[in-house]
């Protein structure tokens, strides 16, 4: 039966700021059972508003953009959005944005939206979602935005790419995570918490909780309550441990190794798409920005971007990997620094044809040109 008088206890210390795990903590160690205390909190914090969630709907208002997505010929589809942010979040709080999508003319194809949260003073993604929008289109798109719970105090931004087919456009928008503000315990005045109702001198029958990777317990140390450590490197806990891999346990690391393989594509696709757009704007932005990549791996793939939009010779230059750094010459047609003997050729024969092309279209040009 709940215990009324623990429920109110709860509700009022919530008000006073505590933190609901500090206060189960504490009225465990006071005496209570953590079913009871899970049940009364539970029915305290039932009703409450969650004040983690931060409402951002002001539209309009805030910072506006267009962005336009090309669609076939004769229809243009712009995305007109707002966004409105508070100067400063906490950590674990959420952000909601609100998007006002106008079309003119038909729209066929997906809409694809990525949201990411990134340190403001520094390259990496910290969070990332990726939505998709089928037409027909609504008129507003509201995203809910979880601020990780081990946000750094420090300027964040979010960002917002719209990508329409082959066209695409980044919104930004810079918010600052402030330090989560903890309040010191202090001992509870109102109700007196003591040892509650009728002081156990016995243990149940069976503390089984038929989970295999807690060790169950009674005695005289715990008041005669049931008691569950958990038990370490314990293959079925959904915990990938240190001395658990996929083939001991793929129960608890198949996931984990797969999740793993998603992130580090995921990273590599945000740098890459980084360093071509940085090039594009300035290309010494972007040389910045690889040279800033802690990975060797992550700086090479950086540094091969940006070949794609340049033909300066520094970025091949700086490549470590031998056979990375040949691709690099070949795509800016520097053959004479390809090192790989068979790559060193291909290029040459590339380039042997794109010369040949140009001289037969040279003189095809001018063989039809009237006397």
């Keep these: ?49 969650p004040s983690a969630i931060i409402g951002i709907f002001i539209l309009l208002a805030g910072v506006g953009f267009s962005v336009f997505f090309l669609l076939p010929k004769g229809t243009v589809m712009p995305a007109s ?52 929008i089928s037409p027909p289109y609504p008129a507003t798109y509201t995203k809910s935005i979880d601020v990780p719970s081990t946000a750094a105090s420090q300027q964040y931004t979010l960002d917002i790419r719209y990508m329409y087919k082959d066209q695409s456009s980044t919104l930004t928008k810079v918010f600052t995570v402030g330090q989560s503000q903890t309040p010191t315990p202090l001992a509870p005045t109102t109700p007196t918490i003591e040892t509650p109702g009728v002081v156990s001198t016995s243990c149940p029958a069976s503390c089984d909780d038929m989970n295999s990777c807690t060790y169950d317990y009674c005695d005289e140390q715990t008041r ?37 393989k998603i992130s580090r594509v995921d990273e590599l696709e945000d740098i890459i798409w980084r360093a071509k757009n940085l090039t594009a704007e300035n290309p010494q932005s972007g040389f910045e920005y690889c040279r800033n990549q802690e990975n060797p791996v992550n700086k090479d793939e950086c540094y091969l971007a940006m070949a794609d939009a340049t033909n300066e010779t520094i970025t091949c230059e700086n490549i470590i990997d031998s056979d990375k750094k040949d691709l690099c010459w070949t795509k800016i047609n520097n053959c004479e620094q390809v090192v790989n003997g068979m790559v060193k050729r291909s290029c040459e024969l590339l380039n042997w044809r794109g010369s040949a092309g140009s001289a037969i279209e040279t003189r095809e040009s001018a063989d039809t040109t009237p006397a």
């Design 81 to 132: 959005v707002s966004i409105g942010l508070p100067s400063q979040v906490l950590p674990g709080s959420t952000l909601d944005t609100v998007l006002s999508i106008q079309t003119t003319g038909r729209a066929k194809d997906n809409l694809m939206l990525t949201y990411s949260i990134t340190p403001a003073d520094k390259f990496g993604i910290v969070s990332r979602w990726d939505d998709l």
């Design 224 to 260: 005669y309550l049931c008691s569950y450590d958990p038990v370490s490197n314990c293959c079925g806990n959904s915990v990938c441990e240190t001395t658990e891999n996929e083939s001991s346990c793929p129960q608890d690391c198949r996931g984990a190794s797969e999740e793993a």
């Design 1 to 49: 039966m709940t215990n009324q008088q623990l429920v109110d206890y709860i509700k009022n210390a919530i008000k006073q700021g505590y933190k609901v795990g500090d206060l189960e903590i504490y009225l465990i160690e006071k005496g209570w059972s953590p079913a009871a205390v899970k049940e009364a909190v539970a029915l305290a914090t039932k009703k409450r508003f």
